[in-house]
């Protein structure tokens, strides 16, 4: 298809991005100097949509259900209790209390607080529970560990302060969404990614989650973004399917 004939909203939407990123389709230049798509790889771009779209998803919701649902989720909502869990051997202040991270971790290996304030050197955001509570023999002590249990709004994480935030989610679109979110808020964010990485996940990477039957999707700061690390992982995440969680970073 000549690339005159396709409207720019669509060349610029996250799905168009997608097909060109994961080699779905080529941009290539006819006789005449014009510019057209060819679809490189037939079967996988078939799969691909079937993934994406599947006919009973398609089915069951309609633009109606869809409104219902939203306006059902939007009644049901509540606020966020803006529970942590925290792990280490510095020194803090939480909730503008002085505390001695080292005595309540070696005393009750975890330590709960509702969150309105935070301070501290190095922030370590661990997102699977298991992998929090022994993330201190991967990474290096002088981070204070810490795992949301539910979900924080913007506001309350922008109450942290700290000089350095290493991020470590599962390698996958979900993932890097989050880590680029949090990178936002805090540009001194980095993301955890061991040296090892390209070896475990040929030896321990999973089929992508799906919900409702859906297929991950990366959003569009993921699709744009300049980052080689996320730029590698996501075309891994569209080409193959699979991705690496976290725990086998964390095992013993």
Do not use: W
């Not at 309609?62 to 803006?82: H, M, P, V, W, Y």
């Not at 942590?84 to 971790?105: D, P």
């Amino acid at each position: 298809m000549p690339q005159s004939g396709i409207a720019k909203t669509i060349l610029r939407s996250k799905d168009f991005q997608i097909l060109e990123t994961a080699k779905f389709i080529e941009l290539k230049t006819a006789v005449n100097k014009g510019k057209f798509y060819e679809v490189v790889n037939e079967e996988h771009l078939k799969q691909h949509f079937i993934n994406s779209f599947p006919n009973e998803i398609s089915d069951r919701f309609t633009a109606i259900q869809n409104a219902k649902s939203l306006r059902d989720s939007k009644g049901r909502k509540k606020e966020s209790q803006r529970i942590v869990l925290l792990r280490g051997s510095n020194t803090i202040v939480a909730n503008n209390s002085e505390l001695n991270l080292l005595e309540l971790t070696t005393k009750f290996n975890v330590f709960a607080i509702q969150l309105n304030q935070l301070k501290t050197d190095k922030l370590c955001f661990v997102e699977n529970l298991d992998c929090f509570m022994v993330a201190e023999k991967t990474i290096s002590r002088e981070y204070t560990f810490i795992h949301i249990y539910g979900r924080i709004g913007i506001e309350n994480l922008k109450s942290i302060e700290t000089n350095e935030i290493l991020f470590c989610p599962d390698y996958d679109f979900v993932g890097l969404n989050e880590y680029l979110k949090m990178k936002s808020i805090y540009p001194n964010t980095k993301l955890f990614f061991p040296d090892n990485y390209d070896k475990l996940f040929k030896e321990y990477s999973k089929p992508l989650k799906k919900k409702n039957g859906m297929e991950q999707q990366p959003t569009t700061q993921v699709l744009q973004s300049q980052e080689e690390i996320v730029s590698k992982v996501c075309k891994q995440l569209l080409e193959t399917k699979y991705f690496l969680e976290q725990q086998i970073i964390f095992e013993d």
